[in-house]
């Protein structure tokens, strides 16, 4: 009896399994053919715009940029600087120091001419207490704003940020990005599409700025990166910003905007509460209540996404950090779904109830048990003598001949649609972390995801209780906070 | 998977003691009914039985050529041992019919046994599930499923695909193929989208190439009236025909006029314009109008647009209102460019709401006509699209075309509190100090966002009654950020009011607020 069982138990995971692979290769497929299709429809819509207008037009929306900085007296005033000459009529910079321990405030203060205000800050959402918001006389510097506060974190930062933003949208941004001087008027154009639905937020592609040259705020000559993770993240980059995000958004389907570059409109992030600082995932989770805010109220809305290359960063190569930062996401998408499991399969959310969200539960978030558990389910059957190499070798080809083809089709896709990396030897380069990444890095980033899950488990981070229970309405998030602050 | 356990649970039920006991009670006890019972059964494994006749007989028991086949032992003759319980029966028959006297002895596993031991035999067969008892004569299809039932599968490994017989492997080996047509697919059709792109800009580069020397010539060495009258076979001698029947060339002709035009100003232009038409180049692009791809229908506006084609604007009045986004914002900005009156009823009638996007190029270009031609901008409010009227109040406050104040007041009392925010925006701009009545309304709205933008109008356009109601609101206002707007107002239409109503009261909020109005470096935040 107990034989038959477990021998029952081990088919029925078999044939799981083989659902599973089949469902990711449909996915990618559908994925590859979406993203395709709205990367055609963005590079013709391209060929009839005119970004020049859009720097005086009077009908532009003004864009407040808030970029939080944490320790980056080094680099800060030449950030600032780069902010400051961005190509756009009406924009202000607002830069937030989270309680910094080195000079990035004298700095500041020193190179930008900065006196304190009067400023009366009441927020609107509840921060750490802000010291002081200083501007500057000199009419060069009219733009800028800089807010010292006490440690918070990059949510509490930008929150701070948000309850002085004085424009119509918000740019939240890292401080150390490069920004392309167009960046605003590239990102701006979704806002300025809409017709029939609200745009709520925009998402722009991230560049790898490791091993490149930078001139004048702009990437000007592409190499990979000297490191296998360095170059295991412009193909990971590729896949995600190019085919995933471009996909996603071609269904409206996007739950996620990377935190380092997005566009946000402010009325609406303050109706929401802003960013939810007790998740490490605070980026996705405002997309995600932000969208269920307008699905609850009924409002047709939209997130959009930008495939132009405007924003590079510094991805990390050393094996430490990369897995915090992997660590870090994986908990960030587990808080995320957990706050919002309303979603789950629930029509009423649409597109985001019944596919976003089921995917990013099965192949996100649940992917590093998944393949664990595979491996395990192998190792069983390799005991117990019901293992078919034969079948085995199949399936792992199967599983590698679809990495291959996914990380294929981003690269030449990056190639027709931007060819940044123009020398061959760069290209060779890539195509062996192709091959050799499910190897090599895979393995590695299924670890680390395992490890993000155990830290959620152990409540590492998070806000235990209130995140396993979730958010009943989006507006939850506001109530909490007045209730934390009465 | 359900139907495989339902399978089980079925059987398992035949197979309980007491259907099985059930069963054995069918045996008869008397012997004459086991025998019957028997030959129903024809063979019951393990179960024989023997015949055996006393003595001398007269009959050929045991001679070859005997029905009988009996063998002869000391006593008598005995028979074989029949399994098969028909055939006995048969033999008994035969006995009975030539009067021989027999005995018939049971056989269980071969040894002699009672038919009472016999008996027990086949019930102990029946109780094991060794033995399943038949109950009546059976057809055909029942013999064969008792036959399969009975033996166990063996695949016929021989004739065994294993790749097709195991549906896992089968799929991800149809999958890995599938994944080998596809690289090959994509290669393949990126090596030939490549190889195609490469001969087309070749033979861009090329057609280029014999284009740019025709195009000086004629720009640089035939005035105006030479090209308008040059026939076709002069053309053919710059532009030969054969190169002119081919696609290609004429595109890159059209981009080439296209982008000198763009570059050049006075008669050049109007030479350009002249050979475009001379070239029935004009006559492709209004062709490509109705492209079924809307970016090639984009692309037949933009050439209009560039090439001043006035005689394709009732053309271009039809995709006004196209349902694609990008063909009725270029179809508008080419009318609103290229008409003599402006007459700006197609846009007044668009059903589609007009997006930023489009307010901004249209913007442009009316900007651009404005200073030339008439434009009754008036026209806009009356249209049933909100985001047309949106557009028309803004159009006002942008050109500055105080002679609207008059129609704007007109609309004012009747339109939405988002068109009565463009209005308020619009008085400020133009500094409409007799519409203060309209501005004091609004600053009683219920509606917030109304409310304050009465206030920040209230600090240009504002009179002493404004004052009053602002001072009410601050006293009456519970969010922060509305009080603060409200005393900006206040400190915008009358600082002095301002500064004698925040030194009248204490209130730590209060005298932040106030700090915050009055430090010069906050004036715009």
Redesign the interface.
Request: aromatic residues 14%.
């Given at each position: 009896m107990y034989s038959f069982l477990f021998f029952l138990i081990l088919e029925i995971f078999g044939l799981l399994f083989l659902v599973l692979s089949f469902s990711v290769i449909v996915f990618y497929f559908i994925l590859m053919a979406l993203s395709g299709l709205e990367m055609r429809d963005f590079l013709r819509k391209n060929r009839f715009a005119d970004y020049g207008d859009i720097i005086t037009s009077p009908i532009a929306p003004g864009v407040s940029i808030l970029a939080p900085a944490f320790n980056e007296g080094q680099s800060i005033v030449q950030n600032a600087q780069s902010l400051l000459s961005l190509h756009y009529g009406k924009f202000e910079v607002i830069l937030i120091n989270d309680g910094s321990k080195d000079d990035t405030l004298e700095k500041l203060i020193r190179s930008f001419e900065l006196e304190k205000t009067n400023y009366v800050y009441h927020p609107e959402i509840e921060t750490k207490p802000v010291r002081g918001i200083y501007r500057s006389k000199n009419m060069s510097y009219r733009r800028l704003t800089v807010i010292d506060k006490e440690n918070g974190g990059k949510a509490d930062a930008l929150n701070t940020g948000i309850n002085i933003a004085s424009l119509e949208l918000l740019a939240c941004i890292d401080v150390d990005c490069i920004l392309s001087s167009e960046s605003i008027s590239r990102m701006v154009r979704p806002f300025m599409e809409e017709t029939n639905k609200k745009v709520i937020a925009v998402g722009g592609v991230i560049g790898i700025a490791n091993n490149c040259d930078v001139q004048d705020g702009t990437v000007t000559k592409y190499r990979i990166p000297e490191t296998t993770l360095g170059r295991f993240q412009v193909i990971e980059y590729f896949r995600a910003f190019l085919m995933g995000r471009m996909a996603w958004a071609r269904i409206n389907g996007l739950m996620l905007i990377s935190g380092a570059f997005g566009f946000f409109r402010k009325d609406l992030v303050r109706a929401v509460g802003g960013y939810f600082p007790k998740t490490v995932g605070e980026d996705m989770e405002l997309v995600v209540r932000m969208r269920r805010y307008m699905d609850e109220q009924k409002i047709p809305h939209k997130v959009g996404f930008v495939p132009d290359p405007l924003c590079w960063t510094e991805v990390p190569e050393s094996e430490k950090v990369l897995s915090r930062q992997r660590n870090r996401w994986m908990r960030g998408t587990i808080e995320t779904l957990q706050l919002h499991q309303v979603l789950r399969l629930n029509p009423k959310f649409g597109i985001l109830g019944m596919v976003s969200y089921p995917f990013w539960s099965i192949f996100e978030k649940a992917a590093p048990i998944i393949e664990t558990a595979g491996i395990l389910y192998t190792t069983i059957l390799l005991i117990v003598g019901d293992f078919s190499t034969i079948y085995f070798v199949a399936l792992l080809l199967m599983m590698y001949l679809l990495s291959l083809l996914v990380s294929s089709f981003s690269v030449l896709y990056e190639q027709i649609a931007f060819n940044h990396y123009k020398d061959k030897k760069d290209l060779r380069k890539l195509i062996w972390m192709i091959i050799t990444e499910p190897f090599i890095v895979h393995p590695k980033v299924v670890y680390w995801g395992l490890l993000g899950h155990i830290d959620f488990v152990k409540g590492k981070g998070g806000w235990g209780s209130m995140i396993r229970t979730g958010f009943k309405k989006a507006e939850d998030k506001k109530n909490l906070q007045e209730q934390t602050t009465t | 998977?359900a139907k495989s356990l339902c399978r089980i649970v079925i059987s398992l039920l035949f197979f309980l003691p007491g259907f099985a006991s059930a069963l054995q009670d069918t045996i008869p006890e008397d012997s004459a009914g086991f025998r019957d019972f028997l030959v129903l059964q024809k063979e019951v494994p393990g179960l024989g039985a023997r015949f055996f006749v006393a003595g001398t007989r007269t009959l050929d028991l045991n001679t070859p050529d005997s029905a009988y086949g009996f063998a002869q032992v000391d006593s008598g003759y005995l028979s074989p041992i029949y399994i098969d319980f028909l055939q006995a029966a048969e033999l008994e028959g035969l006995l009975l019919s030539d009067s021989v006297p027999y005995r018939l002895d049971y056989m269980v596993l071969s040894e002699p046994a009672s038919a009472a031991a016999a008996r027990e035999f086949v019930a102990g067969r029946i109780r094991s599930g060794d033995y399943l008892v038949k109950t009546g004569p059976e057809d055909e299809v029942e013999d064969l499923v008792a036959l399969a039932s009975n033996t166990r599968y063996a695949p016929v490994e021989k004739f065994r695909l294993?790749f097709v017989s195991?549906y896992?492997?089968f799929?991800?080996?149809l999958?890995?193929v599938f994944?080998?047509l596809?690289?090959i697919i994509?290669i393949t059709s990126?090596l030939i989208m490549k190889a195609g792109k490469n001969k087309r800009e070749n033979l861009q580069k090329e057609y280029s190439r014999l284009i740019v020397d025709p195009l000086t010539t004629l720009l640089f060495e035939k005035d105006l009236g030479e090209i308008q009258a040059m026939d076709q076979s002069e053309l053919d001698s710059f532009f030969p025909k054969n190169l002119m029947a081919k696609p290609l060339y004429q595109h890159e002709l059209i981009d080439s006029i296209i982008g000198l035009n763009k570059k050049m100003k006075g008669d050049f232009k109007e030479k350009l314009k002249a050979l475009y038409k001379k070239l029935g180049l004009d006559k492709l692009s209004v062709k490509m109008l109705h492209h079924k791809n809307?970016?090639m229908a984009?692309?037949a506006l933009?050439q209009i647009n560039e090439m001043d084609l006035v005689e394709a604007l009732p053309e271009v009045k039809k995709f006004t209102n196209s349902k694609n986004?990008?063909v009725r914002s270029?179809a508008v900005s080419t009318l609103l460019n290229l008409s003599e009156k402006v007459d700006l009823v197609f846009l007044r009638d668009q059903t589609?709401?007009?997006?930023?996007?489009q307010?901004?190029?249209y913007?442009?270009i009316i900007r651009f006509v404005s200073p030339q031609k008439d434009l009754k901008l008036g026209i806009l409010f009356d249209s049933k699209n909100r985001s047309i009227r949106l557009f028309g109040i803004?159009l006002v406050r942008?050109l500055g075309r105080v002679d609207m104040i008059e129609k704007l007041s007109a609309l004012a009392g009747g339109v939405s509190d988002e068109e009565k925010i463009e209005i308020l925006e619009t008085y400020a701009a133009l500094g409409a100090y007799m519409e203060s009545a309209f501005v004091n309304e609004c600053l009683r709205s219920e509606n917030p966002s109304l409310s304050l933008a009465a206030a920040k109008a209230a600090a240009v356009v504002g009179d002493a009654e404004s004052a009053e109601i602002l001072l009410e609101l601050v006293q009456s206002e519970t969010v922060?950020?509305n009080k603060?707007a409200y005393l900006k107002g206040l400190y915008g239409l009358d600082a002095a009011r301002f500064a004698e109503f925040t030194s009248s009261d204490s209130h730590p909020?209060l005298q932040?607020?106030r700090?915050?109005i009055?430090?010069p470096?906050?004036q715009?935040?």
């Open positions: - | 998977m294993k195991d896992r492997l799929g991800v080996t999958t890995i994944f080998f596809v690289a994509m990126m809307w970016d984009t692309m933009v986004f990008h270029m589609y709401p007009l997006s930023h996007w307010q901004m190029n913007l442009r803004k942008i922060f950020r603060l909020e932040d607020i700090d915050h009055l430090d470096m906050l715009n935040v």
